[in-house]
């Protein structure tokens, strides 16, 4: 099995920085692809950005395309979400993902970090 566990959450304010770290550990090599997940307060989770392992191609979801930028550190086993101009709807709790069959529902989740954006 796999094991993720996120960190880098916090408060901060309106248009400031913030990176995520996802490290995972265990069967790594099973994995395929790994992403983000969010939820704010009284809303689905809804999905952020996604890497494959392997070629590292990228998907982002309409909302933080051109502010978020996803990566990967296959030496360490880590994603990030490097997270730039934040705003309020922003705030949420974020999750890390890994899946090992590319496609479909997500195999792994991670307990989940905060990120708290002020006004």
């Known amino acids: 099995q796999v094991q993720l566990v996120e960190s880098g959450g916090g408060l901060v304010q309106a248009g400031d920085s913030l990176r995520l770290s996802c490290a995972a550990s265990g069967r790594t090599v099973i994995l395929s692809r790994m992403g983000w997940f969010r939820q704010a307060p009284g809303k689905e989770r809804e999905f952020v950005a996604t890497i494959r392992w392997s070629g590292g191609s990228i998907e982002y979801s309409g909302s933080v395309k051109g502010r978020f930028t996803i990566s990967r550190d296959n030496a360490k086993n880590t994603v990030y979400l490097q997270m730039n101009s934040l705003k309020p709807e922003d705030t949420a709790v974020y999750y890390c993902?890994?899946?090992?069959?590319?496609?479909?529902?997500?195999?792994?989740w991670g307990q989940g970090t905060q990120v708290t954006v002020s006004s």
């Open positions: 993902v890994g899946d090992r069959r590319g496609s479909g529902p997500w195999d792994y």
